[in-house]
């Protein structure tokens, strides 16, 4: 070097393949992005517990705004019994523990809606740090259908159940209606035989009275089974529930409030107008004995048109034009377990000696002798409400008379 003289040393290196590179994986992210951005199913990544990622179908799905859901804990937007679970699940999954690749859950949306999630995870670096990468599939749909077809299922065992039992009771009604019949006979024939002050007669009066009382029980057992005799006529349901107006309101006493809501128009049923007054003081009596302390109970009638949606969750039923009777209490209720099995002859929740458990089932059996349905809703703590549909008949059956036999075992 030639001392006073300055030099420069430059250094060049080729970084082409680099920018290449560089550029290869801009277009990779950008091309994932978009995959990612518009591919059918939601994608959320989760991480610390918070949403850091979430695609247009996890938006859709949701109907949450970009800047509502990302940012935010994902526990956020899950249905709370499922939470904890769900916390679980993700922490585990963290820890790379080993985990079912799927799992199903309870999301709800922006509109509260609760929508099934299936879901498969997979632990993911995002900006350096471990995350949880979602993709989910909105399985709702798929849900319902399993619980409607659950609930079809449970509805035809239901009948099914009811059906074997109205046989059995009805076959026993039937042979212990005779031996009553023998009994009745023999205690009147020996009353004819007796002095008026002889001291046997109160004996045999007993047994006579007794007899009644079974008599009563098995008629309400062939109601349950469909065997007893109805005297089938033409009649405005609506005129019949207001002629029964005050003596309900003296059935049900003074701490009840009784509302009836009954349209002007004339709905006629063909129906046994004696068996359909016994079905509301059925179940009249019924709610009063659920309202201890008071209450309301409604009676409403309206006309209603069964489509083949209807049909379709309840298969024992025929589309067409019916009366729908309401009978609604604000009484204490019923379990579940309990609702299942109200229609059941002898099955009663009352003290020893305050009711035979015959009143709910000759309810149903003399709807299901009328050609209707009876539907049942119930919540412990908030009352029970019945539903009746009863096919409704034209005017031409207007005075119309028929009689006819239930059918006989």
Known sequence: MIPGTKRSVISMQDITELKKTQKALLEAEERYRTIVENAIAPILVAQDGIISFANRAALLASGYEGEELVGRPFLDFIHPDEKEEVAELHRR???????????????????????????????????????????????????????EKKALEARLLQAQKMEAIGRLAGGIAHDFNNILTVIKGHCQILSLDLRKDDPIRPKIEEIEAASDRAASLTRQLLAFSRRQIMQFTVFDLGETIRNMESMLRRLIGEDIELITLIPDKKL????????????????????????????????????????EAFTRIYPFARPGPYVLLIVRDTGIGMAPEVRERIFEPFFTTKEVGKGTGLGLSTVYGIVKQSGGHILVESEEGKGTQFAIYLPRAGEHWENKEIEERGTQG
């Open 268 to 307: 006629w049923i063909r129906a046994d107008e004696g068996q359909l007054q016994q079905v509301i003081i059925n179940l009249a009596v019924n709610a009063r004995d659920a309202m201890p302390e008071g209450g309301r109970l409604l009676i409403a009638l309206s006309e209603v048109e069964l489509d």
């Open 93 to 147: 999954r963290l820890k790379g523990e080993d985990l079912p690749d799927s799992h199903s859950l309870r999301f709800i949306d922006k509109a509260g809606n609760i929508r099934w999630l299936e879901g498969r995870a997979v632990v993911i670096e995002w900006d350096g740090r471990p995350a949880v990468l979602n993709f989910l599939k909105d399985i709702t749909e798929l849900k319902r259908a399993e619980e």
